[in-house]
């Protein structure tokens, strides 16, 4: 029989397919001898069996039973039973933390005897008659699906009756009415009554977590974090302990190591007198933790050393939920907790540093997304900027935007193109399409812990929570500082969400020490450099030691090139010669397209000749002798004419004024005639080598005298000519005729060690299944997997992203762009055929790819196991390429 529970002493922490991270956690917390109330798991097969047939698997019923019972000897009383009963929680718990996202639902097993019980057993009317209510809300809105926002409004009334508006007013008998009033609401609103039988409301709530797996929160939420849809989530019945009977109890949230900084300490927040929700809803203002100390000094104790020992086990920053009942301290929750990029790289070093962890591990222990966002620029301390506010330095990085007070809001103007600040007094799990759209998120109240810190550190999101001096008023769309300014919807702001400061305007912004470090303006042993840029600094140089990739750069230009060589490139993997007949060469290759005769077309290309040579010195030069691949013309040639509406209405319009010019019309005829349904399709990359005689040969000139020139200056040049839009081994053919005869006569002429292989992109299906033929004309090969994925998939990459992905999103037929991250089932299968056929071939045969994947961290992790020699990216994600194959090949 399947096994679908598990008891707390019976999981461990590496269980976490099946148990989810709270479950494995808690299981493992058991078994180190942690204060941890008793409970079960149900397990994620039963969450998937449940999502497939639409009911739980047959044998869950009994197996929950026989757990429950053992529970229930365990605590020495029965659910629900009238006389001091045992109540519990019944929480979700995925495989990957997604805060806020799925349903909870707490003191399950209260009715209308059992609350009676309870105030008896707690000496404490008000908290039993406040804990059903709280029962019935969170049952009613989650497992019912009652409008939650009825419970509140009734709520409010209460406390409007009582003349207050603070919750802890209402007594045992204002509570006991509230509990009768919410009663009603779920009769009239789910069409039944509040089930009183406590197994009836335990399966109900497990059934509700199950589904809370596909409430749209919970999807988008996927989505964004790009975790697997089919994971289903595993629910936690715990027995319930209570932070909210008093002074001396409480609830917190603490963190082995700043989760925002990284620097070593006890950090947190810590709430008297409340239950867990009321800290991560960020509802009510906490204490820092270290307060605890003078509040229950035993427990503080206890506490700080549980938290070496998670540290100790886990060996990595540990987050933590606690709840202290009447002074006794019991673990919610473990986790290796999230934590800012800067953290990241902070924290793996100084655990090499005290020898808990290898540099392998260090090395994965943090990842190119994160290395990116270090590089983002910050704002410059010395720009004159006007602060507003300081809140709390919840989510690092530097935001500008328009104030926005709704997720609405925040979504349409920033579909728009507006860069938009979330501004809210606190977030909920509802704000997250917002969230997402904004380019920071404001609050003011909340702590480190808050929903909205915990989310938008989860996504790399500027974040600056807790202000509390700001008056934020989400009614009429504006917010108050304390000095009086008064910020309306629309009005810019900036927030930096590494010192929490709040400013009014757009602040300028410089570059982060991280870019300053890479482009060599910061040593890592400068005094300047902090321990941050001392981290990376130390990161990268094991992950160059680690990884087998190659790492290039595609750059067109000497500036760019020089860049990539500062940031590690070993190489330029793809140069777009294209990007070299722009600006005033335009009419020099206007007149080439235009050419008449031979002599015209010659004409023209003799006069590009000098200028792609000169470029191309420039680029070799600012190389230094690493490999540079350069791609033969590749774009429609018709993109380099004006366009053709445009033109038609000049002609059109000299026309009719009588002053028609020759030049235009034989212009508009030759537009006319290059025009293309599918210009993507059509005379671009290899057949224009074919088709405009000298074309590629200027270009194959132009790059052999440049490198003996760099030769003869006593410089390398080591190129590598790269043939665009193969698709059959004759076109190679042709053209590697063509332009090794060139590369000879240069040779010959000038007498220079010119070092140059020529080889294909490979970006046409075609190209990749009969790759084995075009490797007997190929020196070498890079996949062009922008344009291998665009003909794969029958997908335009110009127009596709606005046009339909988002749907393709939505229904899940893939989790993320395949222009973004390689389709390894179908773009990804064809490479992997291309480099073995390839191969095959020629075993020395040298593989790259120059496609927008070659920068993106799962993709490298994919040519890796393809077993490319080299990937190539643009500069700025050099150095998230070199980490990433490092974490690749470890
Ligand atoms: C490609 O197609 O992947 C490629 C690198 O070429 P381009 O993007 O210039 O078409
Ligand atoms: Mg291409």
Not at 3 to 15: A, I, M, P, R, S
Not at 401 to 428: C, H, M, P, Q
Not at 503 to 527: C, H, I, K, Q, T
């Amino acid at each position: 029989m399947p096994k679908f529970v598990y008891d707390f002493t019976e999981g461990n922490k590496d269980l976490k397919d099946l148990l989810g991270g709270k479950g494995a956690n808690l299981a493992e917390m058991t078994n180190l001898g942690l204060p941890v109330p008793p409970g079960f798991t149900i397990t994620t097969d039963a969450c998937r069996v449940y999502l497939e047939q639409g009911q739980e698997p047959p044998e869950l019923r009994e197996q929950v039973t026989q757990y429950l019972d053992a529970l229930e000897v365990k605590m020495g009383k029965k659910l629900g039973q009238a006389d001091g009963p045992l109540l519990v929680s019944v929480r979700s718990g995925a495989k990957f933390s997604m805060p806020g996202m799925m349903d909870t639902v707490l003191n399950i097993g209260l009715n209308d005897e059992s609350v009676l019980g309870l105030a008896t057993q707690a000496d404490n009317e008000r908290f039993a008659w406040d804990s059903y209510r709280r029962l019935i809300q969170m049952f009613g809105k989650t497992v019912l699906d009652v409008d939650g926002e009825l419970f509140e409004h009734a709520l409010d009334e209460a406390k409007a009756a009582k003349g207050t508006h603070n919750d802890l007013d209402l007594g045992a008998d204002d509570l006991r009415g509230l509990v009768e009033a919410f009663k009603v609401i779920v009769e009239k609103e789910a069409g039944r009554t509040f089930p009183q039988d406590p197994r009836e409301q335990m399966d109900l709530a497990i059934r509700a977590v199950f589904e809370s797996w596909n409430g749209d929160r919970a999807k988008l939420y996927r989505r964004q974090e790009r975790i697997p849809n089919d994971l289903g989530t595993a629910v936690n019945v715990c027995s319930m302990v209570f932070g909210n009977l008093g002074m001396d109890s409480g609830t917190g949230v603490a963190f082995t190591r700043d989760p925002a900084s990284g620097q070593t300490g006890v950090y947190g927040d810590y709430l008297q007198n409340a239950q867990g929700e009321d800290v991560v809803a960020g509802i009510r203002n906490t204490v820092p933790l270290q307060e605890l100390e003078h509040i229950d000094e035993a427990s503080y104790a206890q506490l700080t050393g549980i938290m070496s020992t998670l540290e100790e086990h886990y060996r990595d920053l540990c987050d933590i939920e606690f709840t202290i009942e009447r002074g006794k301290l019991w673990m919610l929750q473990t986790r290796v907790g999230k934590r800012t990029a800067a953290a990241a790289f902070r924290i793996a070093v100084q655990l090499v540093d005290e020898g808990r962890i290898s540099p392998d591990e260090a090395v994965q222990r943090v990842n190119g997304a994160q290395l990116a966002q270090l590089m983002f620029p910050r704002f410059d301390e010395n720009a004159k900027a006007e602060k507003i506010a300081k809140g709390m330095n919840a989510s690092p990085g530097a935001a500008s935007g328009k104030a926005v007070f709704d997720s609405y809001t925040a979504v349409k103007w920033s579909r728009s193109g507006e860069r938009v600040i979330l501004i809210r007094r606190e977030t909920n799990p509802d704000d997250l399409n917002g969230m997402i759209a904004a380019q920071g998120i404001l609050t003011s109240r909340g702590g480190k812990t808050s929903h909205a810190a915990v989310v938008a550190r989860g996504m790399g999101k500027t974040c600056v929570c807790g202000a509390e001096t700001l008056d934020v008023d989400t009614k009429r769309r504006r917010m108050i500082a304390p000095n009086g300014v008064v910020v309306e919807e629309g009005d810019v702001i900036s927030i930096d969400g590494t010192s929490g400061a709040v400013y009014l305007g757009e602040v300028p912004v410089v570059a982060s020490p991280v870019v300053e470090y890479f482009e060599g303006r910061l040593g890592a042993d400068s005094p300047s450099a902090d321990d941050l840029v001392r981290a990376v600094h130390r990161i990268m140089t094991w992950s160059d030691e680690r990884r087998r990739l190659y790492v290039r750069a595609n750059a067109d230009t000497a500036e760019d090139a020089a860049r990539a060589r500062r940031f590690g490139a070993q190489g330029i993997g793809l140069c777009r010669t294209e990007h070299m007949f722009l600006g005033e060469r335009r009419a020099l290759v206007e007149r080439l397209i235009l050419a008449e005769d031979d002599a015209e077309r010659e004409a023209a290309l003799a006069e590009l000749l000098p200028m792609q040579r000169d470029d191309f010195v420039a680029i070799f030069t600012a190389m230094g002798g690493l490999p540079v691949t350069v791609r033969l013309l590749d774009p429609p040639l018709h993109e380099f004419l004006p366009d053709i509406t445009e033109l038609s209405v000049r002609v059109a319009v000299a026309e009719a004024r009588g002053e028609t010019s020759e030049g235009d019309l034989r212009l508009l005829q030759a537009v006319h005639k290059m025009h293309e349904a599918n210009p993507m399709l059509g005379l671009r990359g290899v057949r224009l080598g074919l088709v405009i005689s000298g074309l590629f040969i200027m270009q194959v000139r132009a790059v052999a005298e440049a490198a003996a020139q760099v030769a003869k200056a006593g410089g390398v040049a080591r190129v590598e000519i790269m043939v665009p839009l193969v698709g059959a081994v004759q076109e190679l053919e042709i053209i590697r005729e063509e332009a090794q005869g060139v590369l000879d006569e240069v040779k010959s002429r000038t007498g220079a060690d010119i070092r140059a292989l020529i080889g294909t992109m490979i970006e046409l299906p075609r190209a990749a299944l009969t790759a084995g033929q075009i490797a007997e004309a190929a020196q070498f090969f890079s996949f062009g997997t922008n344009d291998l994925t665009q003909t794969t998939w029958g997908f335009s990459r110009d127009d596709v992203e606005g046009a339909f992905f988002s749907a393709y999103l939505d229904r899940g037929i893939f989790g993320v762009s395949p222009f973004e991250t390689i389709d390894r089932d179908g773009v990804g299968k064809l490479v992997r055929i291309a480099a073995e056929e390839g191969r095959r071939t020629r075993p020395e045969l040298k593989l790259g790819v120059c496609g927008e994947h070659g920068g993106d961290p799962e993709s490298v992790h994919f040519f890796e196991e393809v077993g490319l020699d080299y990937v190539s990216c643009s500069p700025f994600r050099v150095p998230v390429a070199r980490l990433e194959a490092a974490r690749a090949a470890i």
